[in-house]
């Protein structure tokens, strides 16, 4: 079964005042370097679709697989579409869509949830406490139904439009949305700030691990954090 990861990271993201793809998550990773590898320990294959900002992310991920969307402007639906196609020309039997302001999930929950979608479902979502959360994982044929659809707006439109089995976890990361300066300052104690650039990477996270090996505690930030 070849399960593909398609990250949505085409948008503008005015409220952060840079790219969310290159904003740092933690050990000098950003939030699409640290999904990237999050989602390859759970078995995936990973691509990721950029609009804003494409040659800034190109430069900075040169090992990830990306699909630039030139219309990313029109809607974030326009991005699911645009890894949808790349994601079903590539083969995928499952397809999972998950924006890249949520790179807390666990891959602990990402194997959980492929073992529980089996052969014969449609599709699923995880849910934290009753919110519903992401990735979104679709079987094939649900993906290209949903690439065959008419949407224009936002990807939680789109999922509330699918009859997708809610799968409860304890990871409150699937609910988790970095997506403004008080959220992230929250969980990290500084504004938001562009990632190392790849050379100094490595040197940074041996740094960061060495003087601080905690991840700050989601399980308080995620309250009033749901949605996308």
Not at 118 to 133: M, W, Y
Request: charged share 25%; with cysteine.
């Amino acid at each position: 079964m070849k399960v593909i990861a398609v990250i949505l990271a085409a948008g503008e993201a005015r409220r952060m005042s840079h790219s969310k793809a290159l904003i740092e998550h933690e050990g000098g990773k950003s939030f699409l370097q640290s999904l990237s590898s999050t989602f390859g320990k759970a078995g995936c294959s990973v691509l990721a679709v950029v609009g804003k900002d494409a040659e800034a992310v190109r430069e900075q991920h040169p090992a990830i697989h990306l699909v630039e969307n030139t219309r990313w402007n029109d809607s974030q639906f326009s991005s699911v579409k645009a890894g949808l196609d790349a994601a079903l020309e590539e083969g995928a039997d499952v397809v999972l869509l998950h924006p890249v302001d949520m790179p807390a999930v666990r891959a602990t929950t990402l194997k959980s949830l492929l073992k529980a979608l089996g052969e014969s479902t449609e599709g699923l979502r995880p849910e934290f406490e009753g919110a519903p959360g992401y990735p979104l994982l679709l079987s094939r044929a649900t993906a290209e139904r949903l690439r065959e659809t008419a949407g224009e707006g936002q990807l939680e439109g789109a999922a509330r439009g699918l009859q997708l089995r809610r799968i409860p976890v304890k990871d409150p990361g699937v609910i988790v949305n970095i997506n403004t300066p008080e959220t992230y300052e929250r969980l990290f104690g500084s504004a938001p700030k562009l990632a190392p650039p790849p050379k100094r990477r490595g040197k940074k996270a041996e740094t960061t691990t060495q003087e601080d090996t905690s991840a700050p505690s989601l399980n308080a930030a995620s309250e009033g954090l749901q949605g996308t």
